[in-house]
C-alpha cells in the first residue's frame, strides 16, 4: 500500500467522504507522522525485522551505470550483498569475500567476480574484469529501511493496515473513546495475524522486498521487514 492510497483510506473513514486534502495540508501532514510512527511502532513488536530488501535499479544513490573503473559506490542504505551482481544483459558477477581479492587479482584471472568494500554509509562495489562503459548495473542487497516520505512510496511493514489503524487511533485517542478502542482493537488484529503467520514460519526471514519488477523481475511484494529511523 502507498502513502497515498493510505492517507486516502485515512480520509475516507475520518471524514466520511472523498474530498482528499492536498499533501502539503497541515492536517495531511500530521498524518503521514503518525504513518511514520506506526512504522517504529510495528517494529517495536517485531524487533526482528531490520531491514529490507532492495534492488540498485529503484535507489536514487548508487552507480549504476560501468564506466572505466572497477569500482563503484554502493547505495548509502546499503547493508550486505544478495546475490550475483548483473552487468549488462548478459554478465553475471560472482561474490567472493574480500580476503580472496589479492589472491584472485594476483591469478589475473578473467572469471567474473566482485566483492564489497568499505563501511556503513561508504561501501564500495569492487568488481573483475573492469567491463565496457555504459552498461547497466544492478544487484539486489540488504539495506536499512527507507522510512516514507512521499505519496509513491511503500509502506514497508507486510500488514500495512496496521499503519492505517494506527493513524486513526492516534486521530481519535483524545476526544472518542469508542473510535479510539475500535482501532486500538483492529490494530490488535493485525499485530495477532502477523504472529500467526511467522509461527507457521519458524526460523524465515521476514523482509520487504521493496521494488517494482528490479532485479530479477521480482514484482513488488510485501513479505515482512523492520527499519531504523
Known sequence: MTIDKALQ???????????????????????????????????????????????????ADGDKVTTSSTEYDCPENFISNAGQVKIGDSIYLDYIDPSQMSQKLSENSTTPWYTILGSQGAYTLKINPSQTAGLPINYDFHGNLTIPA?????????????????????????????QEAKYRGLMGEQERLERVALAKTPGQP??????GAGFGDRSSSVSNITTGR
Open 150 to 178: 512521499t505519496t509513491t512510496d511503500l509502506i514497508p511493514i507486510s500488514r500495512p493496515l496496521y499503519s492505517v489503524y494506527y493513524t486513526l487511533w492516534k486521530i481519535y485517542k483524545e476526544d472518542d473513546p469508542e
Open 206 to 211: 521476514n523482509r520487504l522486498y521493496i521494488s
Open 9 to 59: 483510506k485515512i480520509h475516507r473513514e475520518y471524514e466520511g467522504d472523498t474530498d482528499y486534502l492536498e499533501f502539503d495540508d497541515e492536517e495531511t501532514q500530521l498524518r503521514l507522522e503518525y504513518l511514520k510512527d506506526s512504522i517504529d511502532d510495528w517494529i517495536d513488536k517485531f524487533p526482528e525485522y531490520r531491514e529490507a530488501l532492495y534492488s540498485l535499479v529503484d535507489m
